[in-house]
C-alpha cells in the first residue's frame, strides 16, 4: 500500500491537541481495511482481532455492504420517524423472526439501546404499581451515559455526582448477593450473558437459571444487554440461544451495523403493552441506511453459514491457547469469536507488543487479553493471531524473569 505522506506521531501529535482527551488511544493512525486487516497511514499491515471492538461483523470492505451502502445512500439516507421506513420495517421483521423477540425499537448505540431499555423497563414496573429500581451486576459495563455508568462499576462514576437514583447492583454468577438485593417491587434486572468489558466472563447457566424463574414468580424483568455478544459473535444469533432463556427485554448494537452506527431494543409483547405513544422516540436512531445495511449483515451471516463457523473456529482458537499450558495464563474464557485470556499479570504490555508484531487486541479488566475479530476471519489468520500471542507472551515472560 502506498504510505501517506504524514507519519503516525503527526495525526498522534494532532489527535492530542484537538480531541478531547478521553481515550488513551494506541499511536496508530489507522487509513484503510480489507477484509481482516488494517494498513496505518505509514503503510504497516494489521491483522485486526479486535474488529472495532465486535462491531466490524463481515471485517472491512464487504462487497455486500458496500454494494446496499451505494445503493441505499442513492435513494435515501434519512427521513423523519414520522413516516414509515420500509428498510426499518424490513428490519425489524427480521430481528422479530431470529430473536423472538415480538417489538423492536431502533437506536445509534448499545448506551442508547440501555438507555431506552431503562425506560421502558420502568414504565412497565411502574404500570404494576412497583418502583423503579434496576440491579445490575459487579464487573458489568453497559455504556458511559449517566443512567447507564448509574448501572456500571465505581471506576466509571467517578467526578460525576450526583448519580442517577434508582439503581443497585449484585454480585455477578452469587446468588445469595442477588437476593440480599432481590425484591418483589424490582423493575429489572440488568445483565450481559457475557460480561465484555468486565473480562470476557459468561454467566453460569444455574445462576441465570434461578434469576429468571425468580423474575417470572415476581413479575420483575429480564433485561439481556447483549451489545457486544449479539449478532452471531458467540456462534448462535444471540447469547441467550447458549442457555435457552427467553428475556423480557434485550439491548443491541455494535455487530448489527458491521460498521454503520445503529442499535435496537427488542422486548416481548407484554413489555410492549405497557408503552404508549411519546414515551420514547429518537431522530436519527432506524434510518434506512443504517436498516438496509443491518438487513444485509444479518443476510450475509446467513448465506456464508457463518454461525457455525464461527463456533468451530473460536473453539479451535481457545483450545490452541490452551494448550500452551503457559504458567503465565490463568484462565481462557469465552464462546464463539469472543475470547478472554485472563493473565496473572497486566495485559497492556502484551497487548503492545503485538501490536508492534502486526496483530490488534487489546486488554481489558487489568489482566485479560480480548480477540474479537470480524466473523468472516480465517482459521490460517487466526492461527497468525495465535503464533504472535505466543511470541508476546514469551517476550514479557522474558522481561519478568530479567
Known sequence: MEKNHKTNSYYHQLDQEYYLPVFKRFPQAMQKGEVCWLWDVEGKKYLDTLAGIAVNTLGYQHPEMLKTIREQSEKLLHISNFFVSPEQVKLAEKLSEISKMSRLFFTNSGAESVEGAIKVARKYAHSKGKDGTIVSFSQ???????????????????????????????????????????????????????????GINPVDKNFLQKLKAFCDRNDNLLIFDEVQTGIGRTGKWFAKDHYQIEPDIMTLAKGLGGGIPVGAIACNEKVAEAVDFGDHGTTFGGNPLACAVALTVIDVIEKEKLLEKVQQNGDWFRQEIKNLHADEIKEVRGLGLMTGIELHFEAKDLVMDMLENGVIANATAGNVVRMVPPLIISKEELTIALETFKKSLQKIKTAHVQ
Do not use: C
Open 140 to 198: 458489568s459495563f453497559h455504556g458511559r451515559t449517566m443512567a447507564t455508568i448509574a448501572t456500571g462499576q465505581k471506576k466509571y462514576q467517578k467526578g460525576f455526582d450526583p448519580i442517577p437514583q434508582g439503581f443497585a447492583q449484585a454480585k455477578f454468577n452469587d446468588w445469595e448477593s442477588v437476593k440480599k438485593v432481590a425484591d418483589k417491587n424490582i423493575a429489572a434486572f440488568l445483565i450481559e450473558p457475557i460480561q465484555g468489558e468486565g
